[in-house]
């Protein structure tokens, strides 16, 4: 069994402020990115990590983060797309070739665990397609275009989404590609794999495993590693 993780940070920092990657934002004087990249390195059963990131980003990465700090698992570091799915892909084609598991994660979630992971891992081998989720905490609300409530689903049968998402390497590529010529453009992975008519099983995870966007998550992000 060979396991590769794509960890996507190509993406900008427009609602954190800034025009800084967030991914690189100093996080108690190391990038975000340093502790993702972590949370995977201190994983046995990972065997490799490719990074995407934009292009101007690259050298950066490279000499500042992965050498700087000695990560050997990262194999590959490749230029994303514009879109996150594009740059999802480009991971998918770079990941080593004898992957049976892949496992799909965004670069600004530094706090995944080791216990999720090994979860989600385990589940993988049973299942095609597996995502990291928690209940949602608020009631949600269905609206129409002028803001008017139109349902209001069971709280208890809701999941937020996180990553990583983990698939069957050839399954996810595979849609990866249907997606592609349908012109489909999704806001996570699970939903390509979706379209093909397979059942995504998740694994309830941490509600520390935020995605770090705004100002806030960082101050929350500081708090999170004090506890560490």
């Keep these: 069994m060979f396991i590769s993780v794509i960890i996507v940070a190509a993406g900008k920092g427009k609602r954190m402020g800034t025009k800084l990657n967030k991914v690189f934002l100093n996080l108690n004087g190391k990038p975000v990115l340093y502790y993702t990249i972590k949370a995977f390195e201190n994983v046995d059963e990972i065997d490799e990590i490719v990074l995407v990131v934009s292009e101007p980003d690259l050298e950066f990465c490279k000499s500042e983060i992965v050498n700087k700090y000695n990560f050997k698992k990262v194999k590959h570091i490749v230029v994303g797309g514009s879109e996150r799915q594009e740059s999802v892909f480009m991971g998918l084609k770079s990941v080593d070739n004898r992957c049976n598991i892949v496992l799909i994660h965004d670069g600004a979630r530094p706090f995944i665990d080791r216990v999720t992971l090994q979860k989600g891992i385990e589940e993988a081998k049973s299942y095609c397609a597996v995502g990291i989720a928690v209940p949602v905490k608020d009631t949600i609300k269905v609206v129409d275009n002028d803001n008017f409530v139109i349902d209001t689903p069971d709280r208890n049968r809701l999941m ?11 399954l996810i590529y595979k849609a990866h590609l249907k997606a592609i010529e349908d012109g489909f453009l999704g806001t996570d992975d699970t939903v390509l794999v979706e379209r093909l008519g397979y059942k995504v099983k ?11 966007t705004t100002p806030e998550d960082l101050i929350i992000s500081e708090a999170f590693l004090k506890t560490i």
């Design 202 to 212: 998740l694994v309830e995870g941490s509600y520390r495993n935020i995605k770090i």
């Design 160 to 170: 937020a989404i996180q990553t990583p998402q983990i698939f069957d390497y050839k």
